[in-house]
């Protein structure tokens, strides 16, 4: 969605990508801001506070992504599994047994039965009052645990953070999911969001293995094409071979997220991820990251590689006056 209509609201950018990495929620907001026209942080704030539309759990990979309620369901079905597994072994690694994960699952549920949405902190004061162990790691494993079990999102913003809901008080009962149904439902949508791409793709992505992923493009096979490099897209939505325009995006954008080469984005700008798996925010122009930027004072901050051609400066100047707008209006 870099080219072509922008969209006008956090849904359609959220349904065309299908999950946005959003264990940055600020960068999360400025994948949107990148892909729309005329909102704000606060109209995602608000997707997130009172609409309930999209909440924040661990699903893709074992990481934080933004999604709508629609797609969370099938998702975490598909996607927890493989990821409770590490998540446990990593718990152990952190003091913390399967009963205690146990219990403090049952502790969590019931604390925001009652009391509604708490945040992070508010959740650790409360393990720790029983004893449980939240240091280091502990707490932020526990949480998703708690998470890939289906019981807690990410919901509501307060203040600086998101404060944890009970799945069944913001979004219902799940429904049936079928494994195929939902394999068939992954391809699809990730196709309508990153196509061109291959099987290895949709795998480095959503962190199913090669096996599950190539079962769902099987299964929609009358729906796509397939070039000779092994490519496939959705015939009823060819591939856009248009350049974006001039663009600041923010850190762990979709458009470095979702295929196993990003060297075409980043050619030589390795810089933009650091050695502990950050993704910085960066600049493309002409489909390559050209500079990294920040915002020390509240006002966007180029850092080039290289010398930038004055018409692109200027374009990357009306940009960045947008990303201040956008970052202006909080929820």
Known sequence: MLVGTPARDVETVVERICAVQAQDLPAARLAIRARSTGLTAADVDRSLTVDRTHAITWLNRGTLHLVRREDYWWLQALTAPKSLTWNVNRLAQEGVSPSDAERATKLI???LATDGPLTRSQIGQLLAATGMRTQGQALIHTLMYVSLRGHIVRGPV???????VLVRDWWGSPPAIDRDDALAHLARRYLAGHAPADDRDLAKWSGLLL???RRGLSLIASETVQDERGLIWLAARPPKRDIP?????GGFDPVLMGWVDRDWVLADA???ITSNGMFSAFALVHGVAVAMWRRPNGQVAL???GTLAPSVHRALT????DVERFLASRF
Do not use: W
């Open 270 to 272: 390795t810089s933009i």
């Open 109 to 111: 549920s019931r604390r």
């Open 211 to 213: 096996g599950d992923v």
């Open 318 to 321: 009306v940009d960045a006056a």
């Open 303 to 305: 850092e080039p590689f």
């Open 158 to 164: 307060v203040g600086r953070e998101q404060a944890f």
């Open 245 to 249: 325009t001039p663009r600041l995006l």
